[in-house]
């Protein structure tokens, strides 16, 4: 069996649909298949879109979460009357920063790859989000299918709504207290 068909059944395909769905979009600099006039808002619906796809709530949109929080290491998502969902598969969520009751990020993991939710009510795009969603950042870790250059164990972040990309470790608090670094 060679290489590359070794490790074609070692990923699951969703995570190539993922890639194929996803990043190609966030390679340039912003989503380009979006008018630029009104990039930052379509971007955004754009990365609640994603996370709507791949990491469904139980009930509801996250296009329309008003705020998260962590309550008993589940992560629930509050709208604006007032109700609140869980995630559909609660196990999506793996660590935060910042406080339970106001976290600065989250971490949510679907067939290995991860998605960063930076949420700063001040920063330009969370000044704009009911939620307060600056940013949704998707580990790249497995761009080494795409991009040959890069190195196996080297993790990027690229960004869904701005389409930056950048590189480097991040640490996190699981959802059981221990760190988490990606």
């Not at 769905?21 to 340039?28: A, G």
Request: with cysteine; hydrophobic share 35%.
């Amino acid at each position: 069996m060679n290489i590359q068909a070794a490790q074609h059944n070692l990923i699951d395909q969703s995570i190539y649909n993922f890639i194929k769905q996803v990043i190609p979009m966030t390679l340039s600099n912003g989503n380009t298949a979006i008018d630029q006039t009104n990039q930052t808002n379509n971007t955004m619906v754009y990365a609640k879109q994603i996370l709507d796809q791949y990491f469904p709530l139980s009930v509801g949109s996250h296009q329309d979460v008003c705020s998260y929080v962590i309550y008993y290491n589940q992560l629930l998502a509050f709208f604006a009357d007032g109700t609140q969902s869980g995630l559909e598969q609660p196990k999506q969520f793996v660590a935060l920063t910042g406080h339970k009751c106001e976290p600065t990020s989250l971490v949510l993991k679907n067939n290995g790859f991860h998605v960063e939710i930076s949420i700063d009510r001040r920063g330009v795009q969370g000044i704009e989000d009911l939620a307060g969603i600056d940013d949704v950042q998707v580990e790249a870790a497995l761009m080494t299918i795409v991009n040959s250059e890069q190195a196996p164990n080297k993790r990027s972040w690229s960004s869904l709504v701005t389409g930056q990309a950048g590189c480097g470790g991040k640490q996190f608090t699981a959802k059981d207290g221990s760190d988490y670094q990606l």
